[in-house]
């Protein structure tokens, strides 16, 4: 079977929670699925429930920046190098020592917005995806896909907020936003 890529972007909810969705039934049909994650934390109740899911292998994201727009210089330059060092990372176990795939599926959960705030360079991303081995799956989440992106991908779906809790004051809530 060939792989394809997938993007779920948009303003709505659900990019992350439908990357899990296909994570979780890849690995249902006995896929390797390895998941990592960009811009979040592992206070995230997906995190708890995937450690238990057999097929699925989670990298940690053990540090937090904050939000992009209150870092200071330093904070991003040091966001920079560990999110860098977290696609390389995820990349390489990904692919596999002899680059034939070591998994069957690559989750890259908000790597789109790390590559929009420039912690993650796109070419890299990209040259990757067009490189990786032929049977690997990729899943690309989060807002704002460029062009280039977008004529990488095989599926482009669009989460679309029209109605969201927070605009009535309601912050994120554990166990529905995270």
């Known amino acids: 079977m060939k792989g394809l890529v997938h993007i ?17 039934r890849a690995a249902g049909r006995g896929m390797r699925v390895l998941i990592a994650r960009f811009l979040k934390t592992d206070d995230s109740g997906e995190v708890l429930a995937l450690a238990h899911v057999p097929g699925i ?7 937090n920046f904050g939000f992009s727009w209150e870092m200071t210089p330093a904070q991003k330059q040091a966001a920079s190098v560990y999110y860098r060092d977290n696609f390389y990372k995820a990349w390489e ?10 998994f069957d599926m690559l989750v890259l959960d908000e790597i789109i917005g790390a590559c929009n705030l420039g912690f993650v360079d796109e070419d890299l991303v990209l040259n990757s995806i067009r490189h990786r081995p032929e049977h690997m799956e990729v899943i690309l989440t989060g807002r704002g ?15 679309v907020m029209r109605r969201h809790p927070f605009e009535q004051g309601i912050g994120a ?5 995270y």
Request: proline share 4%.
């Open 145 to 159: 896909p460029s062009e280039h992106m977008e004529k990488c991908s095989d599926y482009i779906t669009e989460m």
């Open 8 to 24: 779920y972007c948009g303003d709505g909810k659900g990019k992350t929670t439908t990357a899990i969705g296909s994570a979780v």
């Open 93 to 102: 176990m990904a692919v596999g020592q002899d680059g034939e795939g070591g």
């Open 173 to 177: 809530r554990e166990g529905i936003e």
């Open 57 to 63: 292998t989670l990298l940690p994201c053990d540090q």
